[in-house]
């Protein structure tokens, strides 16, 4: 049975942290709500990923269902209609695919491949591909030759794709971290975490979504990059609190809280409590900023469709980080063993980043 995600039951300012009731994230954003489309986008986007050989058995299949994007794109996009939500949709599980892969297929594990992985696919994205790709690379060419057809501003493209290559590029920064046996501190985690969470690309895709691109002088304001990077921090951060008790279970200790810990020597709550205040400071520095872009875009006399499409993309942001956090929150308090959260290496699922006949 599908499963939406429900009207939330918490209060509207502010999330209660799962398995820490004294802890809260403030939330004064509303939920918009589940894309009408997202299954019948859902459905198109699993038979483009097998298509192209990124789900060849029941693995792969399992793993991705479980991981419930489905329900992340539906709130992510709530207004996009079914041909851009496909889109959309399809870089989302071409997404988690990837992710999956470094987790669930080992190549995470081996650092020099990982960053041939990642460059084959900058090359992609970068419009010089290699002569010859993996299956995940071939579906990513495929995707962004769509997608560069379907976006009308240069300037969106470009930050698009600067903005996946800097998450990319993450996955080979940690598996050779993970190589080295190096524990960053924290000053050097939180020059990556907003990076590697990969907020800046689905939020880009909020243009997409509501076919109101930002011209290239309104993304050039001082404010608009001011958004972007708390929004972003607000996410990851988020997540690290959320799937702290998951990763410490699996042994996959690499968050802001165990960092804080292991430096400081607080106990887990304590480092709980710490993160949940830097989140909920990020969230007051991304109003601050919103309103500020919202203020040099009205005295900069833009055409009135610009003003109004600059205030679509500042609710859009809003949108992005409520259900992030709302998506997260679920899939620890009410999917449970069947989603992603709670697995480890899954010998089942194939390895889809090598070449063909390699």
Request: glycine residues 6%.
């Amino acid at each position: 049975m599908r499963q939406t995600l429900p009207a939330p039951t918490r209060s509207d300012t502010d999330f209660v942290v799962p398995y820490h009731p004294n802890l809260r994230f403030d939330m004064p954003i509303a939920y918009r709500g589940m894309n009408r489309h997202i299954w019948a986008a859902h459905d198109r986007m699993f038979d483009w990923l097998t298509r192209f050989g990124m789900l060849p058995n029941s693995g792969n299949l399992s793993v991705l269902k479980g991981t419930r994007c489905d329900l992340l794109t539906g709130c992510y996009y709530p207004d996009a209609d079914l041909r851009t939500l496909t889109l959309l949709d399809e870089f989302m599980g071409w997404g988690f695919v990837f992710d999956d892969q470094i987790d669930d297929a080992g190549c995470g594990l081996d650092a020099d491949r990982t960053a041939a992985v990642v460059d084959e696919f900058v090359h992609v994205l970068q419009d010089t591909p290699a002569a010859k790709l993996t299956p995940a690379g071939l579906a990513l060419a495929d995707w962004w030759e769509r997608m560069t057809a379907t976006s009308v501003q240069e300037s969106w493209r470009q930050q698009f794709a600067n903005s996946t290559i800097l998450w990319l590029q993450t996955y080979a920064l940690e598996a050779r971290h993970w190589a080295d046996g190096y524990e960053p501190t924290m000053e050097e985690y939180l020059t990556y975490r907003y990076l590697s969470i990969a907020s800046w690309p689905y939020s880009d895709l909020t243009e997409i979504a509501n076919h109101a691109e930002l011209p290239a002088e309104v993304r050039a304001l001082p404010a608009f990059q001011r958004m972007r990077l708390p929004m972003a921090m607000h996410v990851g951060l988020a997540n690290d609190v959320i799937s702290y008790e998951k990763q410490r279970d699996l042994g996959r200790q690499s968050d802001a809280i165990t960092i804080l810990m292991r430096e400081s020597g607080c106990t887990a709550e304590e480092g709980l409590a710490e993160v949940v205040s830097m989140v909920n400071g990020h969230l007051a520095e991304f109003f601050v900023a919103e309103e500020q872009f919202l203020s040099q875009v009205r005295a900069a006399g833009f055409a009135p469709e610009v003003q109004r499409d600059a205030h679509i993309a500042t609710q859009s942001l809003r949108t992005h980080i409520r259900s992030s956090v709302e998506w997260e929150i679920l899939a620890v308090e009410r999917f449970g063993d069947d989603t992603y959260y709670l697995r480890g290496h899954d010998p089942s699922v194939a390895d889809i980043l090598v070449n063909p006949g390699s």
